[in-house]
């Protein structure tokens, strides 16, 4: 930890950067990733992921999720 980890230098600030600039290609931290993988290395935390906002199975359900609807009774 140190001053190189925050929102506003390094890699946060080139991704905040890039989003900002580019209307249709995201990036993102894999958030949860963790809870996914058995030990939790350390490599985990460091994945992202570039959503391609405008192209054709960008709403489509991937299969992560476990449950598409709840039912409200």
Do not use: T
């Amino acid at each position: 930890m140190g001053y190189s980890y925050a929102d506003f230098n390094g890699e946060r600030l080139a991704i905040a950067e890039f989003n900002e600039n580019h209307k249709h290609i995201k990036i993102s931290k894999i958030y949860g990733q963790n809870s996914f993988i058995h030990n939790q290395p350390l490599w985990a935390e460091n994945y992202y992921l570039a959503h391609f906002i405008n192209h054709e199975l960008f709403n489509n359900n991937d299969g992560m999720i476990m449950y598409n609807e709840l039912p409200l009774e």
